[in-house]
Structures are given as structure tokens and as C-alpha cells.
């Protein structure tokens, strides 16, 4: 089954006339393909680069995913469709769980930025409340938690050198580029004044670590960017979500993904936040989620607080350049007006985890 749509967001509609004409030249099988042929719906999910269903009716009877930047976006490196392509490109022959590209292009005549088209990844998708027909016990949740730890550890012993993939990445200095950028990127989108935010990132600069060697870095890994088989849970067999991938320090993946894992005691404007049943009863939490990365790969966590409050930063900037997008009238969608909310709680997660020592 795929993941729920809804019709199209006002505000984010995509020109089919112009999208068919891009198929019949770019996509073998779709001569005589035309608007009556297509029909668009959106995914609810994400708050960065759009996502759509893209239905082709008979004869052509195929399905089709595609992404794009959001609407009003000045923040180009975050909304790289070329990298994404790219990676996706490179990684699929030897990560199964990576999505087949079937199209792409630069030219933003066609839709108006960057896009490219992949096939669906049918399976079941955990967000805050579980999949149609589902039933989230303790069990499930346990099972979840686990699968996501493990798939973050599967997607990190792919061989980035014997697969050619260094290339896709600088791992020289990453730590140090990703503290920087990010900081470099709040101040351009800041809007209101946050005290937890410049001093986490002050103990940042001053607490970067050495880094194990490189793999792939996925860099949004969570439970509601993995697709999973409906008959096995703990089977993966998709990976969403590639537009900020690269070749660096496999930690700030685990960081990022326990940035993510909100607990059941977690203060009430964190759970508001919650991307997936992390916070169920039977889900580890997050210092077992962290122990048993290190058990599967062997790596050496003992630094992981940096990691941790790195990816609750880094998530803080992204929310605040959303919201500063919709402040700014480039975008309408509601959902952004309480993303300076979301800067506030994890800015302030980053300094309890600092403090405290602990994720």
C-alpha cells in the first residue's frame, strides 16, 4: 500500500500541462499522454521539499512519485534536487532500500524549480498515529524502535569506498563545516531572539570531536522516512528522503535520529513534536536506542552528547528557516506559524542534553 494523500495544498499546485510534456520526453511508454491522463495528490507529510503522487490513468495505469523544493524557497543547499538525484543514483545499485530515479531535471521552466520523479515504495509508514488498520501495542513499538536503530546501522556498513561512493562527500572537516553552516544559517533566518540558541551553538564550536571513519550520512533518518514491509516490520524496504545525504561522520545520523526519538517524559512541547510512536509505551528510549547502535556497529558513543544537541540545533535552524519563509508571506501554509514554537523546545533540548550530560 502506499502512504495517505490529500488533495494538493493551496499554493503548492503543480502546471500537469507542463509536467505531461515533460513525461512523454523523459519517461519510455508515455507517448499520447495528456492532462486528462493525470491526476496529482500530495503527501501530508514533511515540512521541506514537497512530495506528490502523481497518477497516471488508463492506458498508462502507473504511478509515479515526485519532488520539489517548496514554494517561496531561498535556501538552495537544503533543497538540492540535484544531490538527491545524484545520491539516489549512485547509492541504489547497492542499498536496496534506496529509491529507483526514473527522471530529473534542472530546468525550472518546467515546474518552476528542480524536480525529479522516482517509483513508489509500497509498504507501511509509522508518522504520530500508525498506518490504517494497524494496531500500535508495546510489542509493535519495540519493534519499530529497533527497526529503526538497526536500519540506520545497515545503511552505515554499506562499503563507501569498494561502492565508489566517497565521492559523493567531503568527510575532511565535516564536523566542523556542519557547525559552522548551520550557525551561518540561523542567523540569516532568525527572527526572534532564543538565548538557548547562540549558547548551544558557542559550546558547539568548542566541543567538536574526532570523527570515525566515514559512510554514508543520511541526515534526516527517522521513523516516518522509512517504508516497511507490511508483512515484516523489521524489514526495510524503503528509505525516504535523501535531500541532504552525503559522505561524513556516521554520529551525526545517530544524533539526528535521537534528536528525533521524543520519550514518553519529555516535556509536553516536545511531544507535540513527535514524528513517530517513540513515545509509546514498549519503544526504547533513547540511551537504549544509542547502546544498541554501538552494539550493532562496534562504534565508540562515548561523545554522543555533542551529536545529540548537534541534531536538535541543526532540526531548531530548519524550523526556523521554514518559519521565516512563512513570515515572510512566501509561503501560506498554516502549519508554519507555530515552527518558531518548535525552535524554542529544541533549542532548549540541546542545552538539558549539554547540561545534563546525557541524551
Known sequence: ???????????????????????????????GLTASHVVVEQFPGGHSNLTYLVRLGAPFARDLVLRRPPFGNQVKTAHDMGREVRVLTKLAPVYAPAPR??????????????????DPVEGLIFRRTPPAGVTLDAALARTLSETCVDGLAELHAVDVEKHGLLELGKPEGFVRRQVTGWAERYEKAKTDDIPDVPWVVSWLMDHQPVSPPPTIVHNDWKLDNLVLDPTDPRRIVGVLDWE???????????????????????????????????????SLTRR???????????????????????????????????YARYKKGLTKDERFAMMIFGVRALGAAARRGIESGTV
Open 244 to 282: 541532504m545525504a552525503t559522505v561524513g561522520d556516521p554520529l551525526m545520523d545517530v544524533g539526528t535520529m535521537l534528536s528525533y526519538w521524543v520519550e514518553k517524559g519529555d516535556p509536553d512541547e516536545l511531544q507535540m513534536m513527535a514524528f513517530g510512536p517513540t513515545n509509546v509505551d514498549g
Open 101 to 118: 530515479v526514473v527522471a530529473s531535471t534542472e530546468d525550472e521552466s518546467v515546474l518552476g524549480a528542480p524536480f525529479y520523479l522516482m
Open 1 to 31: 500500500m502506499l502512504d495517505r494523500t490529500r488533495k494538493v495544498r493551496p499554493g503548492e499546485e503543480l502546471d500537469v500541462e507542463k509536467l505531461c510534456a515533460f513525461l512523454v520526453e523523459k519517461v519510455p511508454g508515455l507517448a
Open 288 to 322: 537504549e536506542a544509542a547502546a544498541r547502535y554501538a552494539s550493532k556497529t562496534g562504534r565508540d558513543l562515548s561523545g554522543i552528547v555533542f551529536y545529540y544537541a548537534f541534531a536538535c540545533f541543526k532540526t531548531a535552524v530548519v524550523a526556523q528557516q521554514i
